[in-house]
Every structure is written in structure tokens, then in C-alpha cells.
């Protein structure tokens, strides 16, 4: 992690390791529990840290980290809306981060602070939409681990009152079917209007189920074929919301495939929108501006660089290189400057953004 403190310092930490480097990573959610119960389970973290450095460094080294770290406890802001929060501690360093992402509680005890390990916490939560087709009504749900909800619901009696809205030349067309078509093309660009709205509110990942003839007309009229993860053909009108939880089940099995899918569509559709930020050296100015929405990385992706002419430049490292401006990772202090801003950050197997020079920023629009 590159630092704010003063050029000497930085000189010291690249030639030497300064152990331990204590990396704490919690969730935490003032508004949500009780102040005494938070302080507690940090305490706890607190002595499960002391523990260990009592066990593998030297006593006053110890001692001047564990003071560091309640210091800090003692001092952290309760009155944040944030929901959870990394500490960093070593005997030359410290800094508090409060994010607005859900972790996994952990700790590190290493050589070094690695962002890359508080973005591995992150709370992977399966939350993905369902939009589901058939002739009798079309309903959103939002699903997740344990729970499958209905957002939105619309009954095919719609179509029987949109007939009055039809034009008088089509209500008095003699074929049934044709008639037919243009209200199952109503009703579904209906749908399609809520689904906007609900996608909106969302940025998950999006399935679509019915059957083939349905299907083949929504995807004819959406506007949002670029957010569906899958189209899911059958005929499920008849399915309960647990029923169609299950058939979701061997869809959303590898949901690592799922997120990488839905990452690179929403990738897709930013570049379409002149709101990305490709490769490291733009995501760098736009980070630095704070005009970023979501960061996408590959996951091994490193980038040792220096400082340009001002704070919105980098170089790529060369020799000889000036230590005062050197970065021993474009990448990881692009991360910590984005999560600092409330930007939430996911990670890519490698060769997924070969497209986007292994890193992209989506901005605000």
C-alpha cells in the first residue's frame, strides 16, 4: 500500500520490512448494534492479535502494536453509516479505512498491507434478479441464499384492458392471432419498462425464464438483453416462487462464472455509454478525480509505477527510477482510493479483461 507520510519514511519501508503488519477487517455497522457489542468483538480481535505477535516477535515490538491497536479501537468513528471497517497497524504505520462494502471478519499478520486482502473479505453474497414470462402474468423476484422474493407482479388481466387502448384498425382485425401478438407485445414492453426501473435499484445479475415464443419476442423489443445472464426456456407459469428457486439452482451453481458474465455486461454497456475507463493509467485519473461507480480488476494484476507531473499521472516503472515518486502498486493503491470513496471493487480471474488492459472503472451515469 502506497502512503501519505513523508518521503523518509517511505524511503525505510522499501528497504525495510517493518513486522508485523497488521491487517483487521470486520464488518461494522454502528446504526445496526450496539456500540458496547462492537467494541467488544474488536477487543476480542484486539487479543487474538496479541496472542499471536506474543507468539513469533519480540516483546516491546508487540507491545507497541498492540498499544497502536487499541488506540485506535478507543478512537473509531461510531457515528459512520458505513458497514465495515479495515485496520491497518505496523510499528511505523497506521491507517483506518471504513468502507461501504460487507466483509468477512479476518485477520493478517504479514510482512506487508495488501488491499488485494480486504477486497478477498468481501461478503460474496448470490443475490441475483429473475424475471419470469408466461401467458398468465410476469413477475421479478429477487433471490439470494435463503430467501427468493417477489418485487414486482403484473397479471395478464392488463392484457384483456389494454384491448380498449389498441387502435381501432387493429381491434377490428379479423385474425385472432395477429391481435394477439401486438398485446403479448404490449404487455411485454410493459414489463420491460418495470424491469428498468427494478434493474436500476439493482445492478445484479439478471435471469430470464419462459418459453421459447415468449422469449423470442422479449428479446426482440428489451432494451436490457445486455444485463440477462441466461435465458431459461419452459413453461414455469404454473411454478411457485420455491419452485422456481430450484430450477434457478444448477443456473447459479458456478456463480463465479455468473458474476464474471454480469461484470463484462456491465462493462460492455458503459464503454457503449462513453462511462469506462480502460487500462490502468485512465482508471488512475478517474480514481483520483473520485468519478468511478465500480472498479474491475484481474485478480493478479500488478502494476510497480511513479508519479507523473501531477496526482492524476503515473508512468509505468523504469530504471533508474526517483524513490520519492515511486509506487509498488498502481493497482492496489487504486483500489484503496476507490474504497475509501464508497466505490465498490470485484475481482476477475485472469485473461477475463484482456479487452480492457486488465482493469476498468465504471463511472456515474
Known sequence: MHTNSDPEI???????????????????EPKMGLKAELTHLLKLAADKVG??????????????????????IKNLNFNTHKKSIAIFVSPIFEKVLYLDIPVE???????????????YCK???????????SSKGNSIFLGNSSSFITLVSNSAAWVNSAKNNLPEKVANFSDAAEQKEILMDKFLQHTDNS????LKAYHLPLFVLGTARILGHFKKLTKHNSAVIEYIHGNYEEASSQELKQILLPHIKDWKKVIQKDLLNRLDEAAGKKKLAIGIKDVWREAVNKKGRLLVVEKNYMYPAEHGSNNEVIYK????YNKFSYIKDAVDDVMEKV????VDVEFVDDGVLKDY????LIKYY
Do not use: W
Open 10 to 28: 517511505n524511503e525505510l519501508v522499501d528497504v525495510i520490512h517493518y513486522r508485523p503488519a497488521v491487517s483487521i477487517i470486520m464488518p461494522f
Open 51 to 72: 496472542y499471536e505477535l506474543m507468539d513469533k516477535y519480540p516483546y516491546d515490538t508487540c507491545i507497541m502494536v498492540i498499544q497502536k491497536i487499541n488506540t485506535i
Open 105 to 119: 471478519e479476518k485477520i493478517i499478520i504479514d510482512e506487508s498491507f495488501e488491499i488485494r486482502d480486504l477486497v
Open 123 to 133: 461478503k460474496q453474497l448470490h443475490k441475483y434478479l429473475v424475471l419470469m414470462l
Open 195 to 198: 424491469l428498468a426501473l427494478v
Open 317 to 320: 516503472i523504469t530504471e533508474p
Open 339 to 342: 474504497l475509501e470513496n464508497g
Open 357 to 360: 488492459h486488465r482493469i476498468a
